[in-house]
């Protein structure tokens, strides 16, 4: 078994392949959809989300001018939003990001079950043992950990703007222990030639796409294009015609020169790619399939926990506010100030 998917129990799963919003009839969809654009209003509440959530809920996004992005965009939309509440629909560590860039706003999620299992996978006591044993290394994390991993980091990055940061780390002739993705360190490794040091994790859905399987759908479809997330093992990333953050990929399917992808991340991001390509043809890349470890693949399992039922309570009655002690967030907030502040 892949040492990622210990955090995927059985529950989660079957709860997953049920499909939170597959079951709606489209009277109860009308109904929501018109409960969430009232409560949103009512109570002074923006949603921001990301392109990993269920499309009804991305749906939904923008037709109360929400915001979706990926976790950087996400990040830097919760500071200048205007509202005072913002109802973050994606996983815990993107709630908790909002909350120390805003500490003003009140920050609310639709389930607090949804987390990831690169912030799993990355216990903040464990890290500070690594930490304490490689003083010489500058500590990167990347956003998607808790907030008691960025508290004691000197860089948080987000995979849209870690590239940039790791070379200019590396240009400074300093030394990385990098955390926790073991994929996307090894990436930025090769890209940038800088001494990293690797934490041991991965996210269970990239991690599932296989080399062997895309080779052949390429051979299927080789006028196809390959995009990438770098989350993924390296044989995969090494064929993709577009490696990079999910907004990265998005502005890929509707720039390059194709009218067929290949697509190596969470499927839910087909919604948005569809939307601004109707023309062009998106396939799933293969992965480890049911016979593997993880029976969730190509769609995160906690992405999955948001639904337009938990949404619209947390709308309602707001419920499940994110709240965090001052001093963590005080300390957190250093190293992602810095990332929002990086300029490329
Ligand atoms: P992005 O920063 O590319 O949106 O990715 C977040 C994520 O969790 C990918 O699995
Ligand atoms: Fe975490 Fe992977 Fe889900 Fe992204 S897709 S939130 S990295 S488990």
Not at 33 to 41: A, G, H, P, Q, R
Not at 124 to 145: F, G, H, Q, S
Not at 214 to 226: E, Q, S, T, Y
Request: aromatic residues 8%.
């Amino acid at each position: 078994m892949e040492a990622s998917s210990r955090f995927l129990n059985t529950e989660l799963i079957d709860r997953h392949k049920a499909g939170l919003n597959g079951q709606l009839v489209e009277k109860d969809k009308d109904n929501l959809f018109k409960s969430i654009t009232e409560n949103l209003v009512m109570n002074n509440a923006t949603l921001v989300s990301h392109y990993y959530v269920d499309p009804l809920i991305q749906q939904i996004t923008e037709e109360t001018n929400g915001f979706i992005g990926d976790s950087l965009e996400m990040a830097k939309f919760g500071s200048n939003c205007q509202t005072e509440n913002l109802i973050v629909c994606g996983v815990k560590f993107m709630a908790e990001t909002a909350k120390i860039l805003s500490p003003q706003k009140h920050i609310y999620v639709p389930t607090y079950e949804s987390t990831c299992s690169l912030d799993l996978g990355c216990p903040a006591a464990d890290l500070k043992i690594m930490k304490d044993k490689y003083p010489e290394r500058i500590l990167v994390v990347y956003a998607n950990t808790s907030a008691e991993v960025k508290a004691m980091a000197d860089w948080v990055v987000t995979s849209s703007i870690a590239k940039e940061i790791i070379e200019e780390i590396h240009l400074n002739d300093q030394k990385i222990l990098w955390a926790p993705d073991k994929y996307l360190g090894s990436y930025l490794q090769k890209e940038t030639g800088a001494d990293m040091l690797l934490w041991d994790s991965a996210c269970v859905v990239h991690e599932e796409f296989k080399a062997s399987g895309l080779r052949d759908l390429k051979r299927l479809h080789p006028d196809a294009g390959i995009l990438v997330h770098p989350e993924s093992p390296s044989e995969v990333i090494s064929m993709a015609d577009a490696v990079g953050s999910t907004s990265h990929l998005i502005k890929a399917s509707r720039d390059l020169d194709f009218n067929k992808f290949i697509v190596a991340t969470d499927k839910s991001i087909f919604y948005k790619m569809a939307q601004l390509s109707p023309e062009k043809e998106f396939f799933e890349a293969p992965t480890g399939g049911s016979s593997s470890s993880c029976k969730s693949c190509a769609h995160c399992p906690w992405m999955g926990l948001n639904s337009l039922t938990n949404l619209d309570e947390c709308v309602r009655t707001l419920a499940n506010e994110i709240n965090l002690n001052s001093d963590l967030i005080q300390q957190a907030k250093i190293p992602l100030d810095k990332m929002i502040s990086f300029n490329v």
